[in-house]
């Protein structure tokens, strides 16, 4: 077998990660570590282990990659990469001192689609990025019975739709304009300002058949849902939500770029469709196909025409070049793109988090820092 991977955390995170890792064959995934302080220990002591991926609650990221980082394991940290800026600019700093490789799992860059949009803006088909707007949507927080680890700010951080999801969107929007947004006004709402904790653990995104009596009631102080205004420099100008109380938005991204010459919009829901407007001739919709795919966007697809790609194939993708960039030795040049997102766009996204809180808190438009 290649590569020794070792999966920290087990639950619904972990589980995709793992699958992840089967599939693409030369990885082996040697170690998943629940809980225990201890197993995690051993799993850094293991000269066998080269990569550590982090698929803990977020207020965990930061100490374990650190860890890891300082074991000279290479990391792959789900986001958000930490709860705060300093945590994030600690952890690329020291990936950059002790030359390994990391990566923020921002995957929903890599449907097919995603990327031919992105090959579009690269090549002048869409002009000036003129607008950016979307929605993350999901309904699994609906309802104030509904419960999970994210909820608690012990556990998250200080943030939960707009770092859960809205993280996503905004690194998406970048990703396909090449643009970076520099200021913002946010609005933040909590609806449930109390929910009902279950006494018993339940899994991520399963529905509830509780009595009122396994509940407890307990306060919340992370938002369920999010507006954002923003810039992008001089002239874009862009807007999205956020959302976990949505009923019936399941897992739905959407996200539209509106250029001087044509548009795209594209949505997670319908992830081998992709829309394509234009102001004098006919808009079009096409299907995913990997041989009329741009050439940059090609790669990212591995089944032919008709044979859908999915969420879990994203995962797939990420790891396939953050793993490619350990075995390269000429990628160890970090002017070389690795076509992965790494600690640094971790980093950007706790940047953006960070300025819609101030926003929120101050009711205003601020900067993001850069």
């Not at 556990?155 to 990703?175: L, N």
């Not at 509106?258 to 992830?271: M, T």
């Not at 793993?323 to 040049?333: G, L, M, R, V």
Request: net charge negative; glycine share 6%.
């Amino acid at each position: 077998m290649g590569i020794k991977a070792a999966v920290v955390g087990s639950g619904f995170m972990g589980r995709v990660h793992a699958e992840a890792l089967r599939r693409l064959g030369n990885i082996e995934v040697v170690e998943v570590v629940g809980r225990d302080p201890a197993a995690f220990h051993a799993a850094l002591s293991d000269r066998s282990v080269t990569a550590v991926h982090i698929c803990t609650p977020n207020a965990a990221h930061f100490p374990m990659a650190k860890m890891a980082l300082e074991a000279g394991k290479h990391v792959l940290c789900e986001k958000p990469l930490a709860v705060s800026v300093e945590e994030a600019v600690e952890l690329v700093e020291l990936a950059v001192s002790k030359k390994l490789r990391n990566c923020t799992c921002h995957n929903l860059r890599y449907y097919p689609m995603v990327q031919h949009m992105r090959r579009m803006r690269e090549a002048g088909e869409l002009g000036e990025i003129l607008v950016a707007q979307g929605t993350y949507s999901q309904d699994w927080l609906l309802y104030d019975t509904d419960w999970n680890w994210r909820i608690e700010s012990e556990a998250a951080g200080p943030s939960r739709a707009m770092a859960d999801i809205g993280s996503h969107w905004c690194d998406m929007a970048e990703h396909i304009s090449g643009l970076r947004i520099t200021r913002l006004c946010a609005d933040l709402q909590i609806f449930h300002k109390t929910r009902k904790r279950p006494k018993r653990e339940v899994e991520t995104f399963a529905g509830k058949t509780l009595a009122p009596s396994d509940y407890d009631e307990v306060p919340v102080s992370s938002e369920d849902f999010g507006a954002v205004m923003f810039r992008m420099g001089d002239r874009t100008r862009g807007a999205f939500t956020a959302s976990q109380v949505s009923a019936g938005r399941k897992n739905r991204l959407s996200i539209e770029i509106y250029g001087s010459k044509s548009s795209v919009a594209w949505d997670q829901e319908r992830p081998d469709e992709l829309w394509i407007g234009n102001r004098n001739t006919n808009n079009q919709i096409i299907v995913k196909d990997p041989s009329l795919l741009r050439d940059g966007a090609r790669s990212y697809a591995d089944l032919p025409g008709g044979h859908s790609e999915g969420y879990d194939d994203t995962f797939k993708q990420v790891f396939r070049r953050f793993y490619k960039s350990i075995e390269d030795p000429a990628a160890a040049n970090p002017a070389i793109d690795p076509e992965y997102p790494q600690f640094a766009d971790g980093l950007r996204q706790l940047q953006i988090l960070s300025a819609e809180l101030n926003s929120n808190r101050l009711h205003a438009w601020v900067d993001v820092e850069s």
